[in-house]
């Protein structure tokens, strides 16, 4: 996997409000150990609401979310209409099956920026409240009753650096044995 050729940035989004779909925009800037520059999620300590009502000094392993742009020409197929920063992603990518990276992959996008891999997104409600069905959509259940969850991953920011449309993906596993991902 180290240097997926083919590899990139479909799109990137901001927003500085907690709303459910970011904004697209030219260019997004990583803040090493913060997130991303001026989103609502960016912190050292939890900032999704839910979360921050539970416990707000945890730390925050949701700096950073992309999904795989292949997961919205899936759910087209399924008869939902879904577009990068619909489901609140900061990074949309191609090429890199996101699902399948062990927890602690080091994802190099564009010249500088380094996101280190923390786990699974757990969606909420809210994605039926953006899409009727959309939560059953991205939430099936394998052979074996097992829940999958298909809304992406979560990082934290482990090199800053700004971050482009277009911007290669260089994917960097861990050192065995590999974990793999939880929710998170």
Do not use: W
Request: proline letters at 5%.
């Amino acid at each position: 996997m180290n240097g997926n050729v083919g590899s990139y940035v479909v799109s990137v989004s901001q927003d500085a409000q907690h709303k459910f779909s970011k904004q697209q925009r030219p260019s997004i800037l990583l803040v090493e150990g913060l997130g991303v520059d001026g989103d609502a999620h960016s912190g050292t300590t939890v900032q999704h609401l839910s979360r921050v009502r539970r416990d707000p000094t945890q730390p925050n392993l949701r700096q950073v979310h992309l999904i795989h742009a292949e997961l919205f020409l899936e759910l087209e197929e399924e008869g939902f209409s879904v577009q990068p920063g619909d489901l609140g992603e900061n990074i949309t990518t191609h090429g890199v099956d996101l699902l399948a990276l062990p927890e602690g992959t080091l994802l190099r996008i564009g010249a500088h920026a380094v996101v280190q891999v923390t786990g699974l997104r757990n969606p909420c409600l809210q994605i039926d409240r953006f899409q009727a069905g959309l939560l059953e959509a991205v939430l099936p259940r394998d052979s074996g009753g097992n829940v999958i969850r298909k809304t992406g991953i979560m990082g934290i920011v482990h090199t800053g650096g700004e971050v482009r449309v277009s911007d290669g993906i260089q994917v960097e596993l861990p050192a065995e044995p590999h974990r793999p991902l939880e929710r998170v």
